[in-house]
């Protein structure tokens, strides 16, 4: 059964500072996703990342996958507030296209 | 307009109600999902279709029927509602041979089971 993990849960930080929110997953696979949700809000698609070593950037966030450590990483440079939300990273399995979705990273940026 | 539409919004019932949630869209995409979301538990894929012939179960489908009237509309259902199935509820498309089977989602109806 695949899993998929992030870490942290909740972030607090600060306008202006940088920050990681990992995504680790159990199987293999080449097809990870970044969504956004703001509070009561449906997901918004961020990245779509398609093999290994693909890197995409959009403003201040950059994400990057590495199939080979089953890891994703969401980097957050320069934190501005607007960027509060709810991170989720899924992984796609299979020829389905299942994702399975990991639980989440709150992020809130303070002033 | 919006690609993707559910309706309703919000939904507030009793045990044991018959509920149905509907989706449509205009994407034009094959593929249909629907999820439920809980707090801390992201979203987890009750059932999923490829096109109106295609339906299978997700990893949650356990109280939960689903319909494809046609590509573009895709419903799922309660058949009696009980108050653990309250959650928010988001449909989703995606269309494999573009875009690389990125799912868009709708905005979602909130139920709650009484």
């Known amino acids: 059964e695949l899993k998929v993990e992030q870490n942290p849960l909740f972030l607090s930080m600060q306008e202006g500072k940088n920050y990681t929110i990992y995504c680790n997953y159990s199987?293999?696979?080449?097809?990870l996703y970044w969504y956004r949700q703001d509070p009561g809000k449906s997901l918004e698609s961020l990245f779509v990342l398609l093999s290994n070593g693909a890197v995409k950037q959009e403003g201040r966030l950059m994400a990057s996958l590495d199939t080979k450590a089953r890891l994703s990483t969401l980097h957050i440079t320069a934190a501005v507030h607007d960027l509060s939300a709810t991170y989720f990273c899924a992984v796609m399995t299979g020829t389905a296209s299942k994702l399975t979705f990991g639980t989440g990273t709150r992020l809130q940026v303070t002033l | 307009d919006a690609d993707v539409t559910q309706t309703p919004r919000n939904r507030i019932t009793k045990t044991g109600k018959r509920i149905m949630l509907e989706c449509s869209q205009t994407?034009?995409?094959?593929?249909m999902y629907w999820y439920r979301q809980d707090p801390g538990l992201g979203l987890r894929l009750i059932y999923y279709?490829?096109?109106?012939?295609?339906?299978n179960k997700g990893e949650i489908s356990d109280g939960y029927s689903v319909s494809r009237q046609a590509q573009a509309k895709f419903s799922l259902s309660l058949e009696s509602a009980i108050p653990n199935q309250t959650a928010l509820y988001f449909c989703?498309?995606?269309?494999?041979?573009?875009?690389?089977?990125?799912?868009?989602f709708g905005p979602g109806t909130r139920l709650t089971v009484l």
């Open positions: 994407k034009g995409h094959d593929r």
């Open positions: 989703a498309t995606s269309d494999l041979a573009g875009g690389g089977g990125e799912q868009f």
């Open positions: 199987t293999t696979s080449d097809r």
């Open positions: 279709s490829f096109d109106v012939k295609d339906i």
